[in-house]
């Protein structure tokens, strides 16, 4: 019997570093490590063996190099020249790997257009016709940045670090501060999606990124929760040069 491939995907974002195994073409696995836990990621990537890896990282030159490290052979997403993708895109050495591994995944699924909305450190928006061709998007701080900006910019405000739910009238400076960043990041992301969808008929929609969960989204109208659309991306790229 063929021995079954293993192919490792690691996604460094800026608080967290995302892994998922794949054995031939099925996620069996998938792991987050936060930056306290790096100890942790490092004791699984070196007792851990695997046909091919692919690694995107938005981390510093000197995270990504002890990545690249710890896992011999594997490909750098950013320096691959083949990517399943035209990028219609005016400075493509700027474009996040996060957000172009998102774009691929996403059209590998929905094979038309479609919207990537991508919550976590920042709020992503990035878009992809039905050529397959990525065209660009918007980015906004997300909800740890905006509470921490109130902090930072103001004397009075304190720092919050516990998102939820946030009432229409606030009772006190924390509950308006609530109010002020989770309803008003909920609004901002309805608008978008509801500007995209009249631009663009028959649009499929994914909802991935860390902070998603903390927000509501009509999952009838064509918006699919995929936490793991950058994974796949990457996995799907990974494929590509494997071959």
Known sequence: MEKKKRFLVIDAGNTRVKIGVYVQDELVDDLSFSNEELPRLKSFLTGNRFDASIISSV????????????????????????????????????????????????????????????????????????????LGGSISPGL??????????????????????????????????????????QAELDSFIKTYTSEYQDLDIFI??????????DT?????????????GLFITLQAHAN
């Open 59 to 134: 981390r510093s030159q000197k995270d990504t190099k002890w990545l690249l490290q710890l896992v011999q052979g594997a490909k750098l997403f950013q320096a691959l020249d083949k990517i399943p993708l035209q990028i219609s895109y005016e400075t493509p050495e700027t474009l996040g790997a996060d957000r172009l591994a998102n774009a691929i995944g996403a059209y590998s699924i929905s094979k038309k257009t479609c919207l990537i909305v991508d919550i976590g450190t920042c709020v992503k928006f990035d878009i992809v016709d039905d050529s397959g061709t990525y």
């Open 144 to 185: 740890n940045m905006r509470y921490r900006a109130m902090h930072e910019f103001t004397a009075g405000l304190p720092l919050v670090n516990n998102f939820k739910p946030a009432k229409l009238i606030g009772k006190s400076t924390v509950d308006c501060m609530h109010i002020g960043v989770m309803r008003g990041m």
């Open 208 to 217: 991935t990124g860390g902070d998603a969960h903390y927000f509501d989204f």
């Open 220 to 232: 009838k109208n064509n918006i699919f929760v995929n936490e793991n659309i950058t994974i796949y």
